[in-house]
């Protein structure tokens, strides 16, 4: 058996509160991290920090980018259980993204479609809720349409929830019991 992590979030950027206004939801972010400590998250996002507008496939770090710029990030973690064979699964759909990061555009008119509740999806772009359902579909069960999967779907899930708070908080005290 393996573990990974699935984070949802909240910062203090204009457009996350304005998804907060819109979703009435806590948190309008997703990651997925296949480390304990959730110091390295892979999901969509803004590439350039202070541009909302050019987004793509991340990889997030709680002491760099948007994370570091919002260190009052709320979270909530959940740690998810799967089998050495779905972890291979996960795991081979995050090197494609790896491999070729760029090739990876983030879909701004996705959001548009989501909050209409109408299914659109095209070839290499995600957000973070349809990137995050892709690595785990079939593997979670999730009985929606992967581009219509919104973060909060996650807390309608039985998954184990294991921290809620401030993200930053959390990343730290695990990296230092792991030196300890």
């Not at 206004?21 to 998250?41: A, E, F, G």
Request: charged fraction near 25%.
């Amino acid at each position: 058996m393996k573990e990974i992590n699935i984070v949802l979030t909240q910062t203090n950027t204009i457009i996350s509160k304005t998804l907060k206004r819109l979703s009435k939801k806590p948190y309008n972010h997703i990651s997925i991290s296949l480390s304990d400590d959730c110091s390295t998250m892979y999901s969509f996002g803004r590439k350039i920090i202070w541009f909302p507008l050019v987004g793509g496939f991340v990889k997030e770090e709680v002491n760099e980018g948007i994370f570091k710029m919002y260190p009052e990030t709320k979270c909530k973690i959940y740690k998810l259980a799967i089998t050495d064979e779905e972890y291979e699964t996960v795991l081979e759909r995050l090197n494609n993204f790896l491999q070729d990061p760029n090739k990876f555009k983030y879909s701004f008119l996705n959001l548009f479609f989501m909050y209409l509740n109408v299914p659109f999806s095209r070839e290499n772009h995600y957000v973070c809720s349809t990137f995050v359902a892709y690595l785990l579909w079939g593997i979670v069960p999730i009985k929606k349409e992967i581009s219509l999967v919104v973060p909060d779907d996650y807390n309608n899930l039985k998954l184990e929830a294991v921290y809620e708070g401030e993200l930053k908080s959390y990343v730290n005290s695990k990296v230092a019991c792991n030196n300890i």
